[in-house]
């Protein structure tokens, strides 16, 4: 099982981002996939989580109506789109997967 995820970086307040997370050498299609994040001195937090169809979504309130995660089975890619960053949605997030396998995450900085 490999996980990599990209698109993370430093972006001002309002900005956008959006993360990859690719992966292999498992039925990716048949796998729930999920981000975490974690902050500096902050518990590991769920922020979104998709079905292996992509029919069914769950988000962290913190996140609501500001991301969308989705994927492309074909690529066998899951994205989270981010917008609209405040300065505590900095973190190291990480592509999950069954809760089970994590990436190695990569670092979002919202920052003025």
């Known amino acids: 099982v490999q996980l990599v995820e990209s698109g993370g970086g430093l972006v001002q307040p309002g900005g956008s981002l959006r993360l990859s997370c690719a992966a292999s050498g498992f039925g990716f299609s048949f796998s729930n996939m999920s981000w975490y994040r974690q902050a500096p001195g902050k518990e590991r937090e769920l922020v979104a989580s998709i079905s292996g169809t992509g029919l069914t979504t769950n988000y962290a309130d913190s996140v609501k109506g500001r991301f969308t995660i989705s994927r492309d089975n074909g690529k066998r890619t899951v994205y989270l789109q981010m917008n609209s960053l405040k300065l505590e949605d900095t973190a190291v997030y990480y592509c999950?997967?069954?809760?089970?396998?994590w990436g190695q995450g990569t670092q979002v900085t919202v920052s003025s």
């Open positions: 999950v997967r069954s809760g089970t396998y």
